[in-house]
């Protein structure tokens, strides 16, 4: 089956604690993105890479590091998380001709809180 | 920069037909794309336009006009499940990052019985 798959789902956490959100993706993907969602702010991009090795920021990549070693993983890392960096996150990714139609696949999300 | 807005939330009855609308100001145009997302899941891909005009898939058309910055998602013969958050996104210029979708803050749809 298709699928981007995030992990941990749920996560609670305190202050400077570093931690990684891994997402992996099956479909071959070239490109793989990370975006946070909260209240009333929508969808924001925090990083994508367009190919292995390639990465680059987002509207809001403070705070993030992201790298993209293989083609199937685009690990999410939180240095030292501070509790504005509490929200819910999504992968996506898409090919190439996906990109161009705009559909991209997501993952269910990984809710962070940061104490 | 991109700047796209869409109403917070609308109510409407089952088996109703219901518009969101969104507007957007952007740098470069490359294509508007309508998600679904249910709380609490991941968004879903509906529909995408980047010329002028309606794209109709089943229940769901989706309506654009570049010389206007607008477009719309309309929702037919509306069933309960059709209670979701639709993010509009738009595709600026297809320079650097500006390939990217950027999404607007989604528009709550509620279905009533």
């Known amino acids: 089956e298709a699928q981007v798959t995030q992990n941990p789902r749920y996560l609670i956490t305190v202050t400077g604690k570093k931690l990684t959100v891994t997402c992996s993706q099956n479909?071959?993907?070239?490109?793989m993105s990370w975006y946070r969602q909260d209240p009333g702010l929508g969808l924001r991009q925090i990083y994508y890479?367009?190919?292995?090795?390639?990465?680059d920021k987002g509207d809001v990549p403070e705070g993030y590091k992201v790298s993209r070693k293989e083609k199937r993983n685009f690990p999410l890392i939180l240095e030292s998380p501070s509790p504005n960096q509490t929200s819910l996150y999504f992968c996506?990714?898409?090919?190439?001709?996906?990109?161009?139609?705009?559909?991209?696949?997501f993952g269910e999300g990984s809710r962070l809180t940061v104490l | 920069g991109q700047n796209i807005d869409q109403p917070t939330e609308m109510t409407a009855t089952e088996g109703a037909i219901v518009q969101i609308n969104c507007t957007y100001q952007t740098s470069g145009f490359n294509g508007l794309f309508w998600y679904q997302q249910h709380a609490g899941e991941a968004p879903t891909f509906l529909s995408y336009n980047v010329l002028d005009g309606l794209e109709e898939k089943g229940r769901f058309s989706s309506f654009l006009s570049r010389s206007k910055g607008y477009s719309y998602l309309l929702l037919k013969e509306l069933q309960m499940k059709d209670s979701a958050s639709y993010l509009c996104a738009v595709r600026g210029g297809a320079s650097g990052g500006s390939y990217i979708p950027t999404f607007g803050r989604g528009t709550s749809l509620i279905v009533h019985p």
């Open positions: 890479s367009m190919n292995v090795e390639v990465t």
């Open positions: 479909m071959n993907h070239e490109y």
């Open positions: 996506a990714s898409s090919d190439n001709r996906g990109l161009l139609s705009g559909e991209l696949f």
